[in-house]
């Protein structure tokens, strides 16, 4: 059984820093890793997908990274701003090619 | 494509009343996913389909939850006799199967309130 775990919980900065969000998942026969970020009470936005042949992947401010031997992945957010404030979340595939599992997410807030 | 749409976006509903939601998914995306979350919570799984197919659907929380596809397009998601504890998100994602790699494109969710 897929489990995920993120770390932090909750996490707060001030305005410009660069941070790291950790994900770690039990099986790490996965074909890939989505980092989604929801906004509250709205759907969840795709913001990278990492292939499991893949080690990173970058979208503008946004790295993320991807161990699947030791079941990992990090978010790194470079020049953290306000608007980055929500939660992100982590999800992988129970296993191979099945529906994704969620961590629980962190909640960001980046403080002006 | 819009992307993902959901409808409605908000429900009340008194306890014991059937509801069903709807989902619109990306037009050429030939999986549709059900998700159900609640406050402080990931997103869990419900049930999915290929096409009209429902692959799985053993996660669905009660046989009070039902879901169909029925042209491999838009999909429903029905509740009968609404409980309180059926209060949440009710996410709809969609993807496009081809070799397993690809990513899911959620819509802005149904949020149900059972009173």
């Known amino acids: 059984k897929q489990e995920v775990t993120q770390i932090p919980a909750a996490l707060s900065v001030p305005e410009g820093e660069n941070l790291v969000l950790n994900c770690s998942f039990t099986?790490?026969?996965?074909?890939?890793l989505q980092w989604f970020r929801q906004d509250p009470g709205k759907g969840l936005t795709s913001l990278l997908l990492?292939?499991?042949?893949?080690r990173e992947q970058t979208s503008g401010r946004l790295n993320a990274s991807l161990d699947k031997s030791s079941g990992r992945s990090t978010l790194y957010i470079a020049a953290s701003q306000p608007g980055d404030s929500a939660t992100y979340l982590c999800?992988?595939?129970?296993?191979?090619?099945?529906?994704?599992?969620f961590g629980k997410g962190t909640r960001l807030s980046v403080i002006a | 494509d819009t992307g993902v749409s959901q409808n409605p976006r908000h429900k009340i509903t008194k306890r014991g009343q059937n509801v069903t939601f709807r989902c619109d998914p990306i037009?050429?995306?030939?999986?549709l996913y059900w998700y159900r979350q609640t406050l402080g919570q990931g997103p869990e799984f419900l049930t999915y389909?290929?096409?009209?197919?429902?692959?799985?659907k053993s996660r669905l929380l009660s046989d009070r939850f039902s879901a169909e596809r029925p042209k491999g397009s838009f999909s429903t998601l029905e509740i009968q006799r609404t409980e309180q504890g059926d209060s949440a998100m009710y996410l709809c994602?969609?993807?496009?199967?081809?070799?397993?790699?690809?990513?899911?494109?959620f819509g802005s969710g149904t949020r149900l309130t059972v009173v």
């Open positions: 389909f290929q096409n009209e197919a429902q692959l799985e």
């Open positions: 099986d790490s026969a996965i074909y890939n």
């Open positions: 037009s050429e995306h030939n999986r």
């Open positions: 990492i292939q499991s042949s893949q």
């Open positions: 994602a969609s993807s496009l199967a081809l070799s397993g790699r690809d990513g899911y494109t």
């Open positions: 999800a992988v595939p129970y296993s191979g090619n099945t529906p994704l599992v």
